[in-house]
């Protein structure tokens, strides 16, 4: 029976750990498997006007006729067959924590998320499973205009158009082949649209949980910022661990318009029998800037590799990421920029720790085409590997097609220093506690880009990664 496990129980994740069991009475569950039945059945479910019914049949034909993805790790293991695509508590969708029901309302206050949502949010829209249970937003940040929303009620909503005219056109069906499943089997996620000169000053927050064993999660993210806005997005993720697969394949588009400014800041502490393919991208307009703050803490293997469109001019991109491979994991990420506009400019920071067999691979895109005159591009991926049965990959990729630019790449992999370990146990460190505080320091450049208690979970995450590392 421990060959099949499919996941690692080396440290203690209870706060992620826990989990309800899922009755018939309480969920909706549709068969396992894909085909058209089953995708019609999701579609009714959710009541899709005529054109996301046909958008999602499409999807479902190309994904039927594309390959697996060759790029990354070995997922010959995941049998979309035997995941169960939409999973649905019966209860609507609540803006008042006491409203949702007892055991998911649980498992958020275990996860932290009213606590949060009162002390430093302007809103939060939490899913579970397939659907959102819960979503509110504060009257100052509605008064604004700030439309911040569930995607099921966006798309039928009053901003259907504007739905219909952004839904996966940054990321087309035809991208890959997990990219055409989210087509066809997606559901919940969040709609955020900021108006022209609005700037958000508290950030907004969606919270995924995957409670569902073998099931998939494919929430869709959609986020369209006008011209001179500004706004800072968080998404945070977890699942409990169980013995067989669970897949998440979601999407995020984001828009940024002119002299706009967008930060999204993820956290994903995905369960290590998960299968993370997920896909990510973000278009920036004349002189507006992106953010993005990653960290990858969970999952079995991870492709994650977000994507930014640099093409306006004068419009730029930074991208801060951390990842953490442990026993069991092979997480496949990194950034992809690509420079259209005049005067663009980039940087990539990403740093990576494997321990304990884990294999980190960071893989990355430079892209400068002919008209990018000016472009400017700096990559910088550091790699600490913790013991030697762990092993650290870098593969970058550089395309340029201009000569009037500017791009440098530099890669750094070592290991801890045992003179370091020494200093600090002379101090009267224990040596477990050591390792952690030279692997915090080593990720505190992701650490401090993220708001105050994103930073303490991201911290105590490693330090449970850290546990039992000797």
């Not at 951390?322 to 950034?335: E, M, P, V």
């Not at 593969?395 to 201009?402: D, E, K």
Request: aromatic share 8%; charged share 25%.
């Amino acid at each position: 029976m421990a060959d099949e496990k499919t996941q690692v129980s080396d440290i203690d994740r209870s706060r992620y750990d826990f989990r309800y069991e899922e009755s018939d009475t309480d969920f909706y569950r549709i068969q396992n498997g894909l085909d058209e039945s089953i995708v019609r059945r999701i579609s009714e479910e959710k009541h899709d006007p005529d054109w996301m019914r046909e958008f999602r049949l499409k999807s479902l034909a190309i994904y039927n006729r594309m390959s697996v993805p060759d790029w990354g790790p070995d997922i010959k293991d995941l049998d979309i067959q035997k995941i169960v695509t939409y999973v649905k508590p019966k209860t609507e969708m609540a803006a008042r924590w006491d409203d949702v029901p007892a055991d998911i309302k649980d498992t958020f206050e275990k996860l932290g998320i009213p606590e949060a949502e009162r002390r430093s949010l302007a809103g939060v829209g939490a899913q579970y499973d397939s659907e959102l249970v819960y979503h509110n937003v504060k009257d100052e940040v509605s008064e604004q205009g700030v439309v911040y929303t569930d995607m099921e009620s966006a798309l039928t909503g009053e901003y259907a158009g504007l739905v219909r005219e952004h839904f996966m056109h940054l990321v087309p069906p035809s991208d890959h082949k997990f990219a055409a499943l989210h087509g066809a089997v997606w559901s919940g996620g969040s709609f955020v649209y900021v108006p022209k000169g609005v700037h958000v000053k508290i950030p907004l927050q969606s919270y995924f949980r995957l409670n569902a064993a073998g099931a998939g999660q494919f929430e869709h993210t959609l986020i369209i910022v006008d011209e001179g806005a500004d706004l800072h997005f968080i998404e945070g993720c977890s699942a409990p661990k169980y013995n067989v697969a669970n897949l998440h394949a979601g999407c995020v588009e984001l828009y940024v318009a002119k002299n706009a400014h967008l930060r999204y800041s993820t956290i994903e502490n995905w369960s290590k029998n998960m299968y993370n393919l997920n896909t990510k991208r973000a278009i920036v307009a004349d002189g507006g800037k992106m953010e993005w703050v990653s960290g990858s803490f969970g999952s079995h293997i991870s492709y994650l590799y977000p994507t930014t469109i640099l093409k306006g001019d004068h419009s730029l991109c930074e991208f801060t990421g951390i990842t953490f491979a442990g026993k069991g994991q092979n997480l496949d990420t990194g950034a992809k920029m690509i420079h259209s506009g005049r005067y663009t400019s980039s940087v990539i920071n990403t740093k990576s720790i494997s321990k304990s067999g884990g294999r980190s691979t960071y893989r990355s895109a430079i892209v400068v085409n002919r008209q990018a005159a000016h472009a400017k591009a700096s990559v910088d991926c550091q790699s600490l590997m913790l013991d030697d049965q762990s092993r650290s990959d870098t593969v970058p990729a550089m395309n340029i097609l201009t000569d009037d630019c500017d791009i440098g790449h530099e890669a750094k992999i070592g290991r801890i220093s045992n003179r370091a370990i020494f200093y600090l146990m002379s101090r009267g460190i224990s040596e477990e506690e050591a390792r952690a505080m030279i692997v915090s320091g080593f990720a505190n450049p992701v650490s401090k880009e993220l708001p105050l208690e994103y930073a303490v979970e991201m911290n105590n995450l490693i330090r449970l990664e850290m546990k039992g590392a000797l």
